[in-house]
């Protein structure tokens, strides 16, 4: 055999190995709740660290299994939401804002004419807001067509 049959039937014979390329398209696909994922869990390092917890402690602690935590703490936990708050109530700590999501009006429920139906509007006083729920102010985070 001459060197190039023996050249072209190693290429046609070898495996192309590309998965390399879908794990890197796969990273750059997921790039921002990855990034996010690393943030909460810096946040949970840190939080472990000062307190001098370990792993298992957190573990007990949330009743997760060990393996969920070692994922979580790796930074590449896709959470769910009940996970988050899960993980905020059991640390006392906040691991994601959500300030951006309120608005500054001032919604108020405005009874309907079935039982127990509630549509919201704008209050345009401060009185109007506290004759609904006393003296403390409340932010409803809806929207004016929100029924209750």
């Not at 704008?122 to 029924?147: D, H, W």
Request: one cysteine or more.
């Amino acid at each position: 055999m001459d060197i190039n049959k023996i050249s072209k039937r190693l290429i046609n014979e070898s495996k192309k190995d590309d998965s390399w390329l879908k794990a890197a398209e796969w990273r750059q696909k997921n790039e921002y709740w990855l990034r996010v994922s690393q943030d909460i869990a810096i946040k949970i390092l840190g939080y472990l660290r000062s307190k001098n917890m370990t792993q298992k402690d957190l573990a007990a602690l949330l009743e997760f299994s060990p393996q969920h935590v070692s994922k979580i703490l790796k930074g590449k936990e896709n959470f769910t939401i009940e996970s988050i708050c899960r993980i905020e109530k059991a640390l006392q700590i906040k691991l994601i804002d959500t300030s951006v999501f309120q608005t500054t009006a001032q919604y108020v429920p405005v009874q309907s004419a079935f039982k127990g139906v509630y549509s919201y509007r704008i209050a345009e006083s401060l009185q109007q807001k506290t004759s609904f729920v006393g003296e403390s102010e409340i932010n409803y985070v809806t929207s004016k067509n929100c029924v209750a």
